[in-house]
């Protein structure tokens, strides 16, 4: 399973961005799929994971400001994220669990500030 992980960039505090991981292999719907993410000094942390089935869980920082979905077909995540702070500012990573496996993206860097 490869990730590929795009849609990161720098935007305004308030902004917003469309993450995207495409998986070249595929990913069931009944397997998590989602993304973590990595500050500088700080240790990763889940922001989104979704399977089909269940309510997706976000990190608690999110507050409503992000929304995860995914394309089953396409193999597909995105990771919609609205109202964006500069404590957003990470390398935001997609990851897979297939089968008891996590697979991770490349990383897409997100730098929020002004």
């Known amino acids: 399973v490869q990730l590929q992980a795009s849609g990161g960039g720098s935007v305004q505090p308030g902004g917003s961005l469309r993450l995207s991981c495409v998986s070249s292999?595929?990913?069931?719907?009944?397997?998590?799929m989602g993304w973590y993410r990595q500050a500088p000094g700080k240790q990763r942390e889940l922001v989104a994971t979704?399977?089909?089935?269940?309510?997706?869980v976000y990190g608690d920082f999110v507050k409503g400001r992000f929304t995860i979905s995914r394309d089953n077909a396409k193999n597909t995540a995105y990771l919609q994220m609205n109202s964006l702070n500069p404590e957003d500012t990470a390398v935001y990573y997609c990851?897979?669990?297939?089968?008891?496996?996590?697979?991770w993206g490349q990383g897409t860097q997100v730098t929020v500030s002004s």
């Open positions: 979704k399977r089909s089935g269940r309510d997706p």
């Open positions: 292999s595929i990913i069931g719907g009944w397997n998590n």
């Open positions: 990851y897979a669990k297939v089968d008891g496996s996590v697979f």
